[in-house]
C-alpha cells in the first residue's frame, strides 16, 4: 500500500515536472514574440498621423461636436496637422486638410484611395451600394460610369438639352417677376427649378405631371424623406455592429417605406414612356429613359436589357446628373457583358437628391454673399447688361464672355463648398502618405473647406473677394488642389462643366433681369449664415429677397 501511494506521488510529480517544463518553453518561444507583437504595434502606432487623444468606446466622436462636423474638424487640424487620423466609433478615420496633402495622394495613390465604405443608407437603400457614388472600386464601377457618361453627358447629349434648360430657366424668372414687388424665396425656387429640370432630363416630365402642387405633391414629400434618410447621422456608420439598434428607432422601416416609394415612381415612369415613346420634333428631346427602351427595342443590340436592367442603369447614369447640381453627374458601347451582372431594382434616389439639394444650395449661397456685397453685385450686373444689351435674357452662347461672373462662383466654391468633406472614401490597402502608414479600410474624408480657407494658399480666406481669381489660373475641374469642390482623381464629380453650365446660366439670368434687395426693415448684418447639414450645407434659414425687375433700354 506504501508503495502504491510512492509510485502515485512520483506520476503526480513527473507530471508536474513535465508541465513546468511546457510552460517554461512555451514562455521561451512566446516571450519574444510578444515582444515583437507589442514593439510592431507600438511601432505602427508610431506611424500614424497624429490625432487628438481618444475616449474608450467612442474614440473622438464627442470632439465634432458643437460646429458643423467640417468647421470642427477644421479646427482640430489646426493643432494636429494636415494629416490627422481619429477614431470616429470604432471607425479609423484620416482627414485631409491641405493642398499639398491632397495633391501627394491623388497624384501617387489615387485608386488606393478609391475605395468607397459600405455606408448603412447606401447599402439598404443603393441595393448594397450598387450606385455609382458607393460602389466599390473595380469592375462594376467602371463600367457603370462608362454607362452614365457615355449615354448621358457626352458633348452631343448635353447640346440637346440647351433648349430646355433656356425653358426653364425662362419659367424661373417668370415666377420671380410674378412674385415682385413681394419677397420671394430663393430657397424654394432654385430647389423647384432644379428638380423640375432633372425630372424632364431623365424623364421628360414636367411639374404638372406628378401633381398640381408642385410643393406639397407626392414626388416632393418622397424626396424630401430620402433627403432626410441619407443626410442624417446613422450610429451605424460609426459602430457597424450596431445596425441592429435601426430595427428598433424606426430607421429601417423609413427607409424601406422610402424605397418602396422611389420604385414605385420609377416604374410609373418607365410605364409611361412606353405607352407614349418619344416623338421627334423642334420642341422633343430623347430623355435617359427613351435612350435605354430605344436600345432595348434595338435587334442590332445583343444586350438582351430587362426592365428591371434599364431601372439599374437609371441608377448610376441619373445618379451622376444630378449629383452636377450639387455645386451643391456621356461613342458607342457595348452592354452585352456587363448589363447582365447589374444589381436589378437599384433606386436611382440617391442621384436626383444630391442634384436637387446641392444645386439649390449653392445658388442660394451665391445670392446671399451678393446681397451682403452690393459692390460686387453690381459690378456683375453691370458685365451682364453691357453683354446682353438688346436681348430678353443670357443665353448660353453668351456665358464664355462673363469672366467676373466666373469668378463670383469660384470665390462662392471656395467659402461655401456645397459638400465640403466630399463623399468618404476608403483605403483598399495599406500605404504611406507625407511620411505616415496609412492602414487598409481606413475611412478618408478630404476636408475641401479647410483647404479652401487655408491661409497659406489665401489672402484673407475670410473675405469675399472674387478679384483674387483675376488673372490666376486655379480652377475647380481637380487639377488645382487648393480648390476641389468636385473632388479629384478617379472619383471626382464626372459632369462638372455641366454642372457649372447650369449655375451660370441661372445665375447670369437672376442678374440681368432684376435688381435684388432685402425686404423692408432688414440690413445686410441681419443675414443669417448659419449652415445646415444634410446631403448638401444649406443655409439654416431661408433666403428672402425683393425683386425688381430691370427695365432694358
Known amino acids: 500500500m506504501k508503495s502504491k501511494t510512492l509510485d502515485t506521488d512520483e506520476t503526480k510529480h513527473a507530471h508536474t515536472m513535465i508541465f513546468s517544463n511546457l510552460l517554461i518553453a512555451f514562455l521561451i518561444i512566446a516571450m519574444p514574440l510578444l515582444i515583437i507583437l507589442i514593439t510592431n504595434k507600438k ?54 486638410s491641405s493642398a499639398a496633402m491632397a495633391r501627394e495622394i491623388f ?33 462594376y464601377w467602371r463600367q457603370v460610369r462608362k454607362i452614365a457618361l457615355v449615354e448621358l453627358l457626352s458633348a452631343k447629349r448635353v447640346q440637346s438639352f440647351k433648349a430646355l434648360r433656356e425653358q426653364e430657366v425662362a419659367s424661373m424668372i417668370k415666377s420671380v417677376a410674378d412674385s415682385s414687388p413681394n419677397p420671394i424665396n430663393l430657397s424654394e425656387l432654385t430647389l423647384l427649378q432644379a428638380t423640375n429640370f432633372v425630372l424632364r432630363v431623365v424623364f421628360r416630365m414636367k411639374g404638372s405631371d406628378y401633381g398640381e402642387n408642385n410643393a406639397k ?99 448610376v447614369t441619373f445618379q451622376h446628373l444630378l449629383k452636377l447640381f450639387m455645386f451643391s453627374s456621356l461613342n458607342k458601347l457595348s452592354f452585352k457583358v456587363f448589363i447582365n451582372d447589374l444589381p436589378l431594382d437599384s ?22 454673399l451678393l446681397i451682403k456685397n452690393p459692390t460686387v453685385m453690381s459690378k456683375a450686373q453691370e458685365e451682364v447688361r453691357r453683354l446682353v444689351q438688346g436681348k430678353g435674357m443670357v443665353e448660353e452662347s453668351d456665358l464664355p464672355k462673363l469672366d467676373y461672373l466666373k469668378m463670383i462662383i469660384k470665390e462662392t466654391f471656395r467659402l461655401q463648398q456645397p459638400v465640403p468633406l466630399l463623399i468618404p472614401r476608403e483605403t483598399t490597402e495599406t500605404c504611406t502618405v ?50 476641389i469642390p468636385f473632388g479629384a482623381g478617379r472619383r471626382s464629380c464626372p459632369g462638372t462643366n455641366f454642372a ?19 425686404p423692408d426693415g432688414m440690413n445686410a448684418e441681419d443675414i443669417d449664415m448659419e449652415e445646415t447639414i444634410g446631403i448638401a450645407v444649406h443655409k439654416k434659414t431661408p433666403l428672402c429677397l425683393v425683386a425688381s425687375p430691370y427695365v432694358h433700354i
Open 434 to 483: 507625407g511620411g505616415y502608414e496609412i492602414p487598409a479600410k481606413t475611412r478618408v474624408f478630404f476636408n475641401a473647406t479647410a483647404i479652401s480657407m487655408d491661409p497659406q494658399l489665401w489672402e484673407d480666406p475670410e473675405e469675399f473677394k472674387p478679384e483674387r481669381f483675376l488673372n490666376s489660373s486655379i480652377d475647380f475641374r481637380g487639377q488645382h488642389f487648393e480648390l
Open 107 to 139: 497624384k501617387t495613390h489615387d485608386s488606393v484611395f478609391s475605395g468607397r465604405p459600405a455606408l448603412y443608407a447606401a447599402k439598404k437603400m443603393g441595393y448594397k451600394c450598387s450606385t455609382i457614388s458607393f460602389a466599390p472600386y473595380g469592375d
Open 43 to 96: 511601432h505602427q502606432h508610431n506611424r500614424l498621423p497624429p490625432g487628438p487623444k481618444k475616449l474608450p468606446l467612442i474614440g473622438n466622436l464627442h470632439q465634432l461636436g458643437g460646429l458643423a462636423p467640417h468647421r470642427s474638424l477644421r479646427l482640430l487640424s489646426r493643432e494636429h496637422g494636415p494629416l490627422m487620423f481619429l477614431q470616429l466609433g470604432s471607425v479609423p478615420t484620416l482627414v485631409v
Open 500 to 518: 457649372v453650365l447650369i449655375i451660370e446660366l441661372v445665375l447670369a439670368n437672376l442678374l440681368f433681369s432684376f435688381n435684388w434687395r432685402l
Open 347 to 368: 433606386p436611382i434616389q440617391d442621384m436626383f437628391v444630391a442634384g436637387t439639394d446641392t444645386s439649390s444650395a449653392t445658388l442660394v449661397w451665391i445670392m446671399t
Open 217 to 315: 405633391s407626392e414626388f416632393d414629400e418622397i424626396f424630401h424623406e430620402t433627403q432626410h434618410l441619407l443626410g442624417m447621422v446613422n450610429i451605424a456608420d460609426y459602430f457597424p455592429w450596431m445596425g441592429w439598434f435601426n430595427k428598433f428607432n424606426g430607421v429601417d422601416a423609413r427607409l424601406d417605406k422610402n424605397l418602396r416609394d422611389l420604385d414605385r415612381f420609377y416604374d410609373r415612369a418607365i410605364q409611361k414612356h412606353r405607352e407614349c415613346p418619344h416623338r421627334s420634333g423642334p420642341d422633343e428631346h430623347e430623355d435617359l429613359v427613351d435612350v435605354l427602351l430605344r436600345i432595348q427595342a434595338d435587334p442590332k443590340q445583343d444586350t438582351g436589357l430587362t426592365d428591371d436592367q434599364i431601372k439599374a442603369v437609371l441608377t
